[in-house]
């Protein structure tokens, strides 16, 4: 018996899409309201990406976090422009920052190629399926019910962040764990550090879950989650 603990976000379900679509909206959306005062695209999606960053930094991954750095970023590039605050784009801005939460995109893109067969797999090998993810409660709660993962997750936890602190209190006590994620900062890392194994699946993220660094680790890096089957008996 093994046991498996799953990221959820790029992992298990495309998630990084939304947000890149909520990124363009909000650039475009930008242009328009601060007209021939609008700096550069690489400006303004850089001082976002800054603000995200440090909001990531102080508050955690709340739900209010992305829609409110949108609010920030516009506040923060009128100052530059000598433009005044409009509250009807301070609303606007956050109201594009919650398309991420869209319950019916979740539904609709469903799970990552390859996730049903190599779960069920697992599954008729009697192996222990727990996701760990991070975020808001509710949200990631509610991309389990509404993609189907509830199905073979019976064990889900989520916290506010991602560290080996918490992995150390997931893995504590279970059968040969292995660490399952697409991010270098809070999936192989955290993994690293409780001394477990990392099945690493790369998948483009932001900024904020890229390091410099990695320690030394069983780490095996795989290309696509259904790869899983083919090194089962070998883990």
């Known amino acids: 018996m093994k046991t498996f603990i799953f990221d959820l976000d790029d992992t298990l379900i495309w998630t990084n899409i939304a947000y890149n679509s909520a990124h363009i909206k909000f650039l475009s959306f930008l ?7 609008a700096p550069s695209v690489v400006e303004m999606s850089k001082t976002f990406e800054e603000l995200d960053m440090e909001a990531a930094e102080k508050q955690g991954f709340v739900k209010e ?8 970023t516009y506040k923060k590039l009128c100052e530059r422009a000598g433009a005044s605050v ?26 990552v190629e390859g ?24 949200i990631q709660k509610r991309k389990v019910e509404v993609t189907g993962l509830d199905k073979w997750f019976k064990q889900v936890y989520v916290f506010n962040n991602k560290t080996y ?10 059968h040969n764990p292995w660490k399952v994620g697409n991010s270098l900062r809070s999936d192989v890392v955290p993994a690293i550090k ?28 795989l290309e696509k989650l259904s790869e899983i089957k083919e090194i089962y008996d070998a883990l």
């Open 115 to 138: 996730a049903q067969e190599t779960l069920d797999f697992l599954l008729s090998k009697g192996d222990d399926l727990v996701l760990c993810t991070k975020g808001d409660e509710r």
């Open 86 to 111: 409009d509250e009807k784009n301070l609303r606007r801005a956050y109201e594009i920052g919650l398309t991420v939460f869209d319950e019916n995109c979740w539904q609709k893109r469903g799970l």
């Open 194 to 221: 409780a001394g477990i194994g990392v099945i690493y699946i790369p998948c483009e993220t932001w900024a904020f879950e890229k390091v410099s660094e990695v320690p030394e680790g069983k780490v095996l890096k």
């Open 165 to 174: 602190k918490e992995l150390l209190k997931v893995s504590k006590g279970r």
């Open 65 to 72: 976090r992305f829609p409110r750095s949108m609010q920030e």
């Open 31 to 37: 242009i328009d309201a601060l007209g021939p005062k």
